[in-house]
C-alpha cells in the first residue's frame, strides 16, 4: 500500500520563462492577477499534504500576477453519504471552484490512485470546474505520486478542464522535502507549472469572455 511519505524529484526540470510582473501583479495582458484554488486532497491523520501544500504556496504567492486560495479538504465538513440536498459545506466548496480560473491539485498516492477524499470533493462540483486549466502538486514513495496524477487527468478531463503537461512530482522515498540537494529542480518545475497555468488560465479567461462555452 502506498502511503503519503515520498521524497523529492520534480517531474519536470525546466525553467519557468514567463513574461508577467510578479513583483507588481501585472499579468501581460492588463488584467486582474488570476485566481487560483489550491486543493490539498488528502484528509487522513498524519498526512504531510498539509506541509507540502504550505511548499507549494509559499513558492507560488511571489508570483504577484496570482491571487490563490487554499481549499484543505480536511478543514471542511462533508457528509459521509451524498446527500438529497447540498449542505452549507458542499455549497461553500462548490462556490470557491466557480470563482476559481485555474487550480492546483495537491495529492498522494493511495495504491496507485488518488484518495476518496478528493474524489468526493471533485464530484461536488460541475459546471464549475469547466474551461479552467488544473495542474498537479503529487507525492509518494518511488513513484512520485504520478499514478494518482493520470487517473485524476482522466477525471477531470471529463469535467471538461485543460490539464497541464507539467507537474511538480516529489518522491519521498529518496528525498525528503527539506532536503536541499534537490531544491533546485523542485523550484524550477513549480516555476514551470506556474507558468503554463498561467497562460492557459488567461487564454480561458478570454475565451470565455469572447463566447460561452457548450458542453
Known sequence: MSDETDGGET?????GTGKDDGETGKTGDGGDPLRVAVIIGSTREGRIGDAVGRWFVERARVRGELDLVVLDLAEFDFPVHYPERATEQMTEFAG???EAEAFVVV???YNRSFPASLKQAIDFA????????VGFVS??????GLYAVEQLRSVFTELHTVTLRNGVALDFLHMTLE????ACA?????????????????ALRQARAVRPYVS
Open 11 to 15: 517531474e519536470t526540470d525546466g525553467s
Open 96 to 98: 470557491a471552484i466557480g
Open 107 to 109: 495529492t498522494p498516492e
Open 126 to 133: 460541475y459546471d464549475e470546474w469547466q474551461t479552467k486549466p
Open 139 to 144: 507525492y509518494g514513495h518511488g513513484s512520485s
Open 179 to 182: 532536503d536541499h540537494a534537490g
Open 186 to 202: 523542485r523550484d524550477r518545475a513549480v516555476r514551470l507549472m506556474l507558468d503554463q497555468l498561467g497562460w492557459w488560465g488567461r
